[in-house]
């Protein structure tokens, strides 16, 4: 019998080191399969016969050992490696990677299946799959405002490729940067005549200059003052001043307002060619303004001379200076989708006091409630805005619908908007809330699984997010082919849960997860798994060899 065991005992060690070869085959075989796990093999031994049981001692005698021979071994167990694989960059989004211990949870016929290999695409009906076998990826979609549900509800990831954006009309924008404080003001304030009117004249002739003004809001007027001879020493300064479109401007000179048109000022100069007299007072400044709006300066002729030399007359504002107007514009949206320019002026009327004014080419359509007030503090933030919140109203061209715009300046007594620094002025726009209507052009996924849409107007909206599912015990998963597993008695339930803190898993988008399996520890476990082959075969021949002696005592 005992040739007979180490027989057995022989077979058990071929077959069992079959398995175990067998197990390195499946592992090489899957060195380039995506996600897979390497297995490993693990032996025990079997029973044990008594050959005499052990004695406990005595007062008078020593006790004796159990002697037992063993008979044969037998597979201990085949444990999955579930180490982390390397990432290979494909470049294409929906070729997901895991680090972590999560799995990908998909569905097919009903049937939910657990995977590590994320090589996805998107079917004919907008499925993000396993395109072997046509599993659906599960996750949460998100609500049409973008948000994604809380929860662990899983239903199938779906993104419909034909999916638009509606168009937004704008109702919010904000403003950022800095009005400086060391601007002189917008205005014009001193129109200042200058030169020589050639007494030699006719009778009747003409001299004239013309100059650009501005009011407090910035707009700008020509100015032109045309001096007729009326006699020797005898001259007629007419003002007139007209707007951008071209129309006279109702003018009060020194107390004496006009009708729109020419306003005659009387000038006699003395026998020396000074000026004598000015609108039959000694020369000094005239006080201007219009009769409506916020146009207000002095007209200073009080140098002009008349001697017998060439014409010289010229005219200057403000010695010059260029005119405090600050602009900033951005493009709103109308509930069409249509974009117009909305540009905002700000110009300065006092120290710590500035206007600011809306616009919109005429083209757009038309913008009222379109002007006010901003105040600042002595530390340069903003005191008060009037009105407030300033929402002018935007009737678009083209037969959208009217919308309220509010311009978001900042708060009062903060800094989180428009400033008065000595800094240079620098305004612009930092956000608006419109949009135009758009197709998806582009996807992405991100470390947490969120799938967002990428739209053709720059905007970009959540559409779901893949979740993953987590085991007490991932030993316990049946393989079921296909990359893929199946819970089993002892794998525990899955713990379904975001990419991220909850899972301990984040996902890599463009990349896919390579076999764990060590080809190096592969081919040293085949060498040991043939040397342990080969010795229980050399066993079997040995007791064979035996045996044949015992047959051969018979002759």
Request: proline residues 4%.
């Amino acid at each position: 019998m005992s040739l007979l065991n180490s027989l057995f005992a022989g077979v058990s060690g071929l077959r069992n080191h079959q398995s175990m070869m067998d197990v390195i085959g499946n592992n090489i075989a899957n060195v380039n399969s995506i996600g897979f796990k390497g297995s490993r093999v693990t032996f025990s031994d079997t029973f044990n016969q008594f050959i005499r049981y052990g004695n406990d001692p005595t007062e008078t005698a020593g006790g004796t050992n159990t002697y037992q021979i063993g008979l044969g071994m037998k597979l201990n167990s085949v444990d999955r490696n579930w180490n982390q694989g390397t990432f290979e960059r494909t470049g294409i989004v929906t070729d997901l990677a895991l680090q972590g211990d999560g799995l990908f949870v998909l569905e097919n016929n009903g049937q939910r299946f657990f995977s590590r290999a994320g090589a996805f695409t998107f079917d004919a009906a907008g499925n993000l799959v396993n395109p072997q076998n046509g599993g659906i990826v599960q996750g949460k979609l998100a609500t049409e405002d973008g948000v994604i549900p809380p929860g662990n509800n899983l239903e199938n990831i779906v993104v419909d490729q034909n999916l638009r954006l509606p168009a937004i009309a704008t109702t919010t924008t904000s403003w950022g940067g800095n009005l400086d404080s060391t601007s002189p003001l917008t205005r014009s304030e001193n129109f200042d005549q200058t030169g020589n009117l050639n007494s030699a004249l006719a009778n009747g002739s003409t001299v004239s200059t013309t100059n650009t003004i501005y009011d407090t809001n910035g707009n700008a007027y020509d100015m032109d003052v045309v001096y007729t001879k009326n006699a020797n020493d005898d001259w007629t300064a007419n003002i007139t001043v007209t707007d951008s479109e071209g129309n006279d401007v109702a003018l009060d000179i020194d107390g004496n307002p006009s009708a729109a048109g020419s306003y005659g000022i009387g000038c006699l100069f003395d026998a020396a060619g000074n000026l004598a007299t000015l609108n039959g007072a000694a020369p000094a400044p005239l006080g201007i303004t219009a009769l409506s709006g916020d146009l207000q300066f002095e007209f200073d002729p009080s140098t002009v001379t008349q001697l017998a030399s060439s014409n010289t007359l010229s005219s200057s504002v403000d010695n010059n200076r260029e005119p405090t107007i600050v602009t900033g514009s951005l493009s709103i949206f109308d509930s069409l989708g249509n974009p117009h320019t909305l540009t905002i002026t700000y110009t300065k009327v006092s120290d710590n006091n500035w206007n600011w004014s809306a616009s919109v080419p005429a083209s757009s359509g038309n913008l009222t409630a379109n002007s006010g007030t901003i105040a600042f503090n002595a530390d340069g933030s903003v005191a008060s805005i009037s009105p407030n919140p300033p929402m002018p109203t935007f009737t678009p061209n083209g037969g959208a619908a009217p919308q309220q715009v509010m311009l978001g300046f900042g708060d009062p007594n903060s800094f989180n908007g428009i400033t008065q620094t000595s800094s240079d002025s620098v305004v612009s726009a930092l956000s608006q809330d419109g949009s135009a209507a758009a197709n998806l052009t582009n996807l992405s996924i991100d470390q947490y699984g969120f799938v967002v849409g990428v739209f053709s107007n720059g905007q970009s909206r959540q559409l779901a997010q893949v979740m993953l599912a987590t085991f007490p015990n991932l030993n316990g998963l049946t393989s079921v082919g296909d990359n893929m597993y199946t819970v089993s008695a002892n794998s525990g339930d899955p713990l379904y849960a975001e990419p991220g803190e909850s899972t301990g898993t984040t996902i890599q988008s463009g990349a896919l997860e390579q076999s764990n399996v060590d080809l190096s520890e592969e081919f040293t476990r085949m060498i040991v798994a043939q040397r342990g082959f080969q010795a229980n075969a050399r066993v079997i021949t040995t007791s064979d060899t035996l045996l044949q002696e015992i047959t051969n005592l018979v002759r």
